[in-house]
């Protein structure tokens, strides 16, 4: 009996119904804002804020990275669940509890992160002094991901390489046909967090595709 | 690419995490090699191949083509 590559393997039909929750979730909050919110606050009090159709897709990227750490969390409570999610034969030990609730804390964390530059203009924050923060706060992050990043073995760094590589390959292209658009006045201008909301989205969506594909999701 | 990894283990009755410490990776890395979702790096099949005491070829196999 052998194992062989699966040429294009079934995607889990978990990472479907949490795909098609995320579509939902994005449906339902684009109606409650459009709807239901300005009769709560008030039909004009988001006007100063400036808010972009950017703002929303990293606020549901920032949500959905938080979402899913949180559900890692509270798999990760029973080892037994914690070995079926990754499809092993016995329940997890402690040190892959230990290992799988870092890696959600460092998951939940990016989503933070994201979310926080709308949060501190919602909030009225100093631009200088949110600024600062979110360059701290930027660089625990790095330090985490590069920690993580020396702790695991080949598969996981393979996964992450080749998420990176497809999410540069798709993000190059669609920013390229935007920006021709631009060049030919067809399209206006994106703005440096229109892009990165983009691209933080792309790399969430593409990251679950591979890492369900090998298996660790 | 083909392998016999899950075969090899269960005729010497080790468990996923006994071959995962003797390759010095994680479970899930053996379970992905053993269900064919991740073919292992050049270094990790040497491993492997000495883990088992057989030669690369023996445990891992090209696909046959189908044209």
């Known amino acids: 009996m052998t194992a062989s590559s699966p040429k294009n393997p079934r995607l889990p039909r978990r990472l479907l119904v949490a795909f098609g929750m995320g ?72 040190e892959e509890v230990g290992q799988a609730r870092f890696q959600a804390a460092v998951l939940g964390f990016s ?37 993580m990043w020396r702790g695991v073995d080949e598969l ?14 798709l993000g190059q292209g669609l920013l390229f046909l935007w920006a021709a658009a631009e ?14 909301a983009v691209l933080m989205t792309l790399y969430l969506f593409v990251s679950a595709v591979v890492s369900a594909r090998r298996g660790l999701a | 690419m083909n392998n016999r990894l899950k075969v090899l283990r269960a005729e010497r009755d080790w468990s996923q995490a006994h071959l995962a410490e003797l390759l010095g990776v994680s479970r899930q890395t053996v379970n992905a090699l053993e269900t064919g979702r991740y073919d292992p790096s050049l270094p990790l099949a040497f491993k492997i191949a000495r883990v088992f005491e057989q030669p690369i070829e023996s445990i891992f196999s090209e696909e046959e083509s189908n044209g």
């Open chain 1, 23 to 94: 579509a939902v979730m994005g449906a339902v909050g684009y109606v409650f804002g459009r709807t239901i919110l300005p009769q709560l606050i008030g039909p004009d009090a988001l006007d100063g804020l400036n808010l972009r159709w950017s703002d929303a897709l990293a606020a549901l990227t920032g949500i959905a990275l938080m979402i899913g750490a949180g559900a890692v969390m509270v798999i990760s409570l029973d080892p037994r669940r914690l070995a079926r999610m990754y499809h092993l034969e016995e329940p997890a030990s402690p």
């Open chain 1, 111 to 147: 989503g933070f992160i994201l979310l926080l530059p709308m949060v501190f203009v919602l909030a009225g924050l100093a631009g200088g002094m949110a600024m600062g923060l979110i360059i701290l706060l930027f660089a625990l992050h790095t330090v985490l991901n590069i920690r």
């Open chain 1, 156 to 169: 996981l760094r393979r996964t992450t390489l080749e998420a990176a590589t497809a999410t540069f390959f």
């Open chain 1, 183 to 196: 060049r030919l006045s067809l399209l206006p201008p994106l703005t440096a967090w229109d892009v990165y």
